[in-house]
């Protein structure tokens, strides 16, 4: 009896290994958005941490979501190819960087404290000299992965400024979707696919890509 149920709770551990284990990573390329640069060059990039939970410090800034196993207990995991205790918004904020990078822009990445004001940002931004100030505010992203209906739950708020921090465009992305890949991808490629299409869905808004003067 006891051998069961230290089986039933080292089971969902196991389940998250085997995931990890047995799937192949892609290459970076394919993670990496395709944004494309406009007459501005030399851009600010900033992240800023706004979900409830962590604000409130119920879960840690690397937090993405949950793996659920068949008896519904949730088990947290974090990306485990992340460098010491990286919080998920710099994943976030790399992406972009990589992207407008190779799409020819010079830009500075700005860490940002959680919950920071607008206004705060601003002021770091105009420390590097940018000329264009790129601002995404999470408001939420988590993953309830398990069970008959694998979900994702996100609300992303993108703000593009000028040096004088005047909001030249803006564009709002929220919603909820199944988690259909079923493949042998690695789950955490397969999240950051979804983070590369959001990503590029904001950035493809006619308000965005004027205000980076396309």
């Known amino acids: 009896m006891k051998t069961r149920c230290a089986f039933k709770l080292l089971l969902p551990i196991l389940v998250v290994f085997l995931v990890y284990g047995c799937a192949t990573r892609i290459p970076k390329s394919e993670i990496t958005p395709k944004l494309y640069g406009g007459t501005e060059k030399n851009l600010a990039v900033g992240v800023i941490e706004a979900r ?13 979501g949950i793996f659920r196993d068949d008896w519904g207990i ?7 190819a992340r460098p ?17 990078s190779d799409a020819g822009a010079n830009v500075s990445v700005v860490s940002l404290p959680a919950g920071s004001p607008v206004d705060d940002a601003w002021k770091k931004m105009s420390e590097t000299g940018a000329s264009r100030y790129i601002l995404l505010r999470v408001s ?10 694998p979900t994702y739950k996100y609300d992303f708020g993108l703000i593009v400024a000028s040096k004088g921090s ?3 465009g803006s564009k ?41 003067g396309n």
């Open 52 to 64: 409830p939970y962590v604000l409130s410090g119920n879960k840690g800034p690397r937090f993405e």
């Open 140 to 149: 939420e992203s988590n993953w309830d992965v398990g069970g008959r209906t």
């Open 166 to 168: 005047t909001v030249l």
């Open 172 to 212: 709002n992305l929220a919603g909820a979707q199944n988690l259909t890949d079923r493949t042998r991808r690695h789950p955490l490629d397969a999240f950051s696919l979804t983070y590369r299409s959001l990503i590029e869905n904001m950035f493809s808004d006619p308000a965005i890509k004027k205000a980076l």
């Open 84 to 100: 010491g205790e990286e919080p998920f918004v710099d994943l976030l904020s790399g992406m972009i960087k990589d992207g407008l």
């Open 74 to 80: 949730p088990l947290a995991f974090l990306a485990p």
